[in-house]
């Protein structure tokens, strides 16, 4: 069920949102956690509402999504509400916000967060400088950004790292959870060797990759180089590198010198996946941070790194 409240106010969505829980037969809530959608007018927000819906069905939650429209336009509150088979396991409210109430999102999406829930913040398209210090991102316990949809990937993950708070975290970096299992799977298996020198080859311009690459910098503190091509990871030890590719039936092929490969058979991560992933830990992701920091030491060959 989808109810539009136009030039409306948060009084009164609050008191319809009531009305139709109750009319569903929905009474009792069972949300684990509020999820705040942010975006400016003009970003899309139905993939974003989408993928928390499905991800809800994992996460029962409060999906607030808040579009900020035009500041110079009127002072004004047009609301959406979903219940039902139209929001998952979760509720949506969705809150355009133009003129002033533009500048005060925050105060707007209060009202609406589930009492003593953690509060989760989502940035699907570009997200603020400082995640943590913006006026919405301070009401959650955790701040999800998206680097992939940065104009400026590199710069992106400076920024990440420069302003990184407890609770940040990135789609970036739930897109490599398997491949960092894959290699940490790899590395507990005879021979135990040390790994002298790390090279991963990626897209040029892919945050995803970047992270990979700092975080194996930041678990091994080797040289690390990052190369732009068809995906491999590369570790080098003494008897023979350990490497990690795509074969063209998109599986995952592990080499060992002296054993056969291994295959695991992967699929592309949609954002989904990685929202609910993030979702399940509502803790700081110390790892994370370590990643970006590992980032920031890589090496890039000097024509690469210039492109």
Request: with cysteine.
């Amino acid at each position: 069920m989808i109810l539009d409240l136009p030039a409306t106010t948060t009084e009164k969505v609050s008191k319809k949102l009531v009305k139709m829980r109750e009319s569903g037969g929905a009474v009792t809530l069972g949300r684990v956690l509020t999820l705040v959608v942010c975006a400016d007018e003009g970003e899309p927000t139905e993939g974003a509402i989408e993928a928390a819906n499905e991800a809800s069905r994992e996460h029962p939650c409060r999906v607030i999504v808040v579009s900020l429209g035009n500041s110079a336009a009127a002072s004004r509150l047009d609301a959406q509400i979903r219940v039902g088979g139209d929001a998952g396991a979760s509720e949506v409210v969705v809150l355009r916000l133009y003129g002033e109430l533009a500048g005060h999102a925050e105060s707007v999406v209060v009202p609406f967060l589930l009492p003593d829930t953690p509060v989760v913040t989502w940035w699907p398209g570009e997200a603020p400088e400082n995640p943590a210090q913006d006026p919405v991102g301070r009401l959650g316990t955790r701040r999800i950004t998206d680097s992939t949809r940065a104009a400026d990937p590199d710069e992106a993950l400076a920024h990440r790292l420069a302003t990184y708070a407890p609770g940040d975290s990135d789609l970036a970096w739930a897109q490599i959870t398997y491949w960092r299992a894959i290699l940490t799977a790899a590395l507990d298996r005879p021979p135990f060797e040390p790994v002298d020198r790390v090279v991963v080859t990626g897209p040029g311009r892919s945050p995803s990759i970047d992270l990979l690459a700092g975080w194996l910098q930041a678990q091994l503190g080797v040289p690390t180089e990052r190369h732009s091509g068809s995906f491999e990871v590369r570790l080098e030890r003494t008897t023979g590198p350990l490497v990690l590719a795509v074969d063209q039936n998109n599986n995952a092929v592990l080499s060992n010198p002296g054993k056969p490969d291994g295959k695991v058979a992967m699929s592309a991560r949609g954002v989904r996946d990685c929202i609910a992933e993030e979702l399940r830990r509502l803790d700081p992701d110390e790892i994370y941070h370590l990643a970006l920091q590992g980032a920031s030491r890589i090496t890039r060959p000097t024509a690469e790194a210039a492109s």
